[in-house]
């Protein structure tokens, strides 16, 4: 049951006006300068629904569409929203609803969706790559009824405030497998490390010769590559919806400044140069609007080819959104560079952005790829 237009502007509209309300700016700086968000806000967002908007009613959704929680997606994004929303709501509990077993699925889906149990997913090396044949992937091998696995993921969010993980693995023949893991479990150590974006926490996550009952497994072993891709794609088109969000706010933001500064007796905005700087976010920014948009609805449509849409929303929001953000400090002048003004924190997250799931060569060459073969 996808949202009709009114009902998806009431969504948007209801999602800014809590975001405003309950994660401002200033909230977020509180929470990145101290340990983290108010739980409060992640227990009401469970409360308003949106973890399970996406996820279909017989596992406990709300049985709308990809293109609605594509909407959330991209509030969160313009609040700058340090929440475990893209870990838990929409990797984790993809990776669930995707699952061929329907036990560890039944078991674990409806808590995910209702907020009450954190996961995230770990697939990509210890370099970043999302390949499936990564030399550098977390590695499985059978051993009787059991799957071991060995390695190191990294980049993963929200790690350290999971309860469990959905690992990515490959064996030798770059075969892949997922295991649903305990963050706390023998042989799993989680390690939060430091990045540019300090809204948003990512980890290392290392595995030392971890056992892997059959109940934990999503599917066969081997046989989920497909999963995989899944994961990679949603992951890049939710990203991108996030970049859009944090652009398209600092192009608001911008375009406001440059009405009201003034500089020899003239609003700065009235000088080319800055016309030119703002003209070119409104492109950028609609193009991404756009490019987003179509990976959405590609998730919704059955007939679609969910990879080459993400990777077309990935490979031009990103870098596009990251530009807009720069832009958007520039237009500011010397006060857009200080640690006060918040471009600086608009700037890190679509950088980050950018960057995960898949750089924007990456994407590209998949691009390239599907098209040599088709």
């Known amino acids: 049951m996808q949202l009709g237009d009114d009902e998806r502007d009431e969504l948007r509209d209801t999602a800014r006006r809590f975001l405003d309300d309950k994660l401002s700016v200033a909230a977020v700086r509180a929470a990145i300068e101290g340990d983290g968000p108010d739980s409060g806000v992640w227990s009401s967002i469970a409360e308003l629904g949106w973890p399970a908007i996406h996820v ?10 990809y293109v609605d929680v594509g909407v959330i997606l991209h509030e969160l994004g313009r609040h700058l929203a340090p929440l475990p929303f893209l870990s838990s709501a929409i990797l984790g509990a993809e990776a669930l609803v995707q699952a061929d077993n329907a036990a560890l699925r039944d078991e674990w889906l409806p808590t ?46 929200d790690a350290d405030a999971a309860v469990a993980l959905v690992v990515g693995a490959t064996d030798a023949a770059g075969r892949v497998a997922f295991a649903l893991l305990d963050t706390n479990g023998p042989g799993v150590r989680v390690t939060v490390e430091p990045t540019m974006d300090q809204t948003r926490r990512l980890a290392r996550v290392e595995l030392d010769d971890v056992t892997v009952d059959p109940a934990r497994l999503l599917g066969e072993p081997g046989e989920l590559t497909g999963l995989q891709r899944r994961i990679t794609s ?31 007796d003239r609003p700065i905005g009235s000088f080319q140069a800055v016309k ?33 849409a993400a990777s077309v929303a990935k490979s031009f929001a990103g870098p596009g959104c990251a530009r807009v953000c720069e832009t958007a400090v520039k237009v500011h002048g010397g006060i857009g560079f200080t640690w006060e003004h918040d471009a600086h924190l608009y700037l890190k997250r679509a950088k980050l952005d950018e960057a995960l799931f898949g750089t924007t ?14």
């Open 234 to 264: 949603l992951g890049a088109a939710a990203v991108a919806a996030d970049a859009l969000g944090a652009a398209e706010h600092m192009m608001e933001v911008s375009a406001a400044y440059a009405r009201e500064r003034r500089q020899f």
């Open 112 to 157: 995910v969706v209702s907020g009450e149990r954190l996961i995230s997913v770990a697939s990509a090396d210890v370099g970043g790559s999302v390949s499936p044949c990564s030399g550098s992937a977390v590695r499985w091998r059978a051993d009787g009824t059991t799957v071991r696995l060995d390695g190191v993921a990294r980049f993963v969010p």
């Open 361 to 374: 060569a990456w994407h590209r060459r998949r691009l390239g790829a599907q098209l040599v073969a088709g």
């Open 56 to 65: 279909a009613e017989a596992f406990g959704g709300m049985g709308a569409s």
């Open 276 to 308: 030119h700087h703002c003209a070119n976010m409104l492109i950028a920014v609609e193009g991404a609007r756009a490019a987003v948009a179509q990976a959405f609805g590609a998730f919704d449509d059955p007939d679609d080819d969910v990879d080459v």
